[in-house]
């Protein structure tokens, strides 16, 4: 008789969230227990980061499960940011997790009063367009604020990426490994948006950026 080990799917992905939380919190990306992780399950739930809890040290079994109405199934309270997570979702059907940080730079860039509401960051370089693409400014709410999620439903359907003003970006992206790639992207270019003010740096043609979208598609 055969003894066959039945590994639950959302083992691996549990373990991946907290695995990546760890990277992006040993890496200075966010800090204390600020910013938050989602993965969309095939069942249409949701495993979500808990509220409170710093990314750099999740337990995997501890992280919140919900099913496809929000309501949590096991593990601890959601993070206060459940709502717009599912906003976002709800706009973008091609979409597996979401990121949301407080990167340092990426907060600069959304307390900067002369930016671009319809796009705080411009194309300085391929991979941020291949990546990130246009970047809309939500207006500020309180963190957790409901109405942050009528805010974003507003702009997810157009953009897998959105920065929160006076707080952070949230990214979205076919799966976690996308997902955050692309948040590092962003910040990455907003420490060079920031290093480069001053300097009217030359940013990509609007040719050029739309060579590299009909190349290489974002979600
Ligand atoms: O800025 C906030 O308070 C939240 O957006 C956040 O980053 C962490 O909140 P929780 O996920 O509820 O811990
Ligand atoms: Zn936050």
């Not at 639950?8 to 919190?25: A, C, D, W, Y």
């Not at 499960?65 to 199934?73: E, P, Y």
Request: charged share 20%.
């Amino acid at each position: 008789m055969s003894i066959h080990l039945h590994r639950h799917p959302q083992n691996s992905l549990r373990e991946q969230i907290s695995t990546l939380g760890k990277s992006l919190f040993d890496r200075g990306l966010t800090m204390g227990s600020s910013g938050n992780i989602s993965v969309r399950l095939d069942d249409g739930g949701w495993l979500m980061t808990p509220t409170n809890a710093c990314l750099g040290r999740l337990d995997p079994a501890r992280l919140s499960h919900l099913d496809n109405s929000g309501q949590l199934i096991s593990g601890d309270k959601p993070t206060k940011e459940q709502f717009l997570h599912m906003a976002m979702y709800e706009e973008r059907p091609q979409s597996g997790a979401i990121v949301h940080l407080h990167s340092t730079h990426s907060v600069a860039v959304s307390c900067l009063p002369e930016v671009d509401p319809c796009d705080c960051i411009p194309p300085l370089t391929a991979y941020y367009v291949m990546r990130v693409g246009k970047l809309p400014l939500v207006p500020y709410y309180i963190p957790g604020d409901p109405k942050l999620g009528d805010a974003v439903r507003g702009l997810a359907g157009k953009h897998s990426a959105v920065l929160l003003a006076n707080h952070g970006p949230v990214v979205a992206g076919k799966n976690l490994e996308a997902a955050v790639y692309a948040t590092e992207e962003l910040e990455e270019t907003a420490k060079l948006y920031l290093l480069l003010r001053g300097e009217n740096p030359r940013g990509l043609t609007q040719e050029q950026v739309a060579e590299l979208e009909a190349r290489f598609p974002r979600d």
